[in-house]
T-cell receptor, first 109, second 115 residues
């Protein structure tokens, strides 16, 4: 099976940079994804890493180290609207995405 | 652009009743997923379909069943409902396997309350 661990809560101020870490254990590994979810809303895809290294998409970047079974999501120039839950997710099989327990990010003014 | 459509958005059922949730994936997407998310929990994978055939199965109770129809819409049937089934149920779809980094798009979810 798959298990992913991430911090339950992170707090930062507007304009700051925050990093959300994720460690995983999987029986098979097909890349690490990141999703954002606002309260009561649908998870929204943010980023995906199949290979080691950094992927940058605007203010968001994601990093993967397969040898360390570790990844992180980096959010820059934080805005109030970034307050949400962030999930790392991975797959051990073709059409099954397993989510971590989620990190609640609170952005303070 | 068309998104994943779920219905109903909200429903209230009594214990031991049956509920059916419907999902209309994004046109031309070949994979449909169902997730259950309890309050404060992460989305739990239930089941997925590829080209109308069941693909992967997660923590779906035996009381639940799902299928995908010829028009690609999918339904999640839940019987003998229990209080613990109260949750937000998401349907999602993708073109190609999600493991390849193909974006999985989620619907807005169906809120099920069992009383």
């Amino acid at each position: 099976g798959q298990s992913l661990e991430q911090p339950s809560e992170v707090t930062a101020v507007e304009g700051a940079i925050v990093q959300i870490n994720c460690t995983y254990q999987t029986s098979g590994f097909y890349g690490l994804s990141w999703y954002q979810q606002h309260d009561g809303g649908a998870p929204t895809f943010l980023s995906y890493n199949a290979l080691d290294g950094l992927e940058e998409t605007g203010r968001f970047s994601s990093f993967l180290s397969r040898s360390d079974s570790y990844g992180y999501l980096l959010l820059q120039e934080l805005q109030m609207k970034d307050s949400a839950s962030y999930f790392c997710a991975t797959s051990g099989s073709a059409r099954q995405l397993t989510f971590g327990s989620g990190t609640q990010l609170t952005v303070l003014p | 652009a068309a998104g994943v459509i779920q219905s109903p958005r909200h429903l209230i059922k009594e214990k031991r009743e049956t509920a059916t949730l419907k999902c209309y994936p994004i046109p031309r997407h070949d994979t449909v997923y169902w997730y259950q998310q309890g309050p404060g929990q992460d989305p739990q994978f239930l089941i997925s379909f590829y080209e109308k055939m069941q693909s992967d199965k997660g923590s779906i109770p035996d009381r639940f069943s799902a299928q995908q129809f010829s028009d690609y819409h999918s339904e999640l049937n839940m019987s003998s409902l229990e209080l613990g089934d109260s949750a937000l149920y998401f349907c999602a779809s993708s073109l190609g396997a999600g493991i390849s980094g193909n974006t999985i798009y989620f619907g807005e979810g169906s809120w099920l309350t069992v009383v």
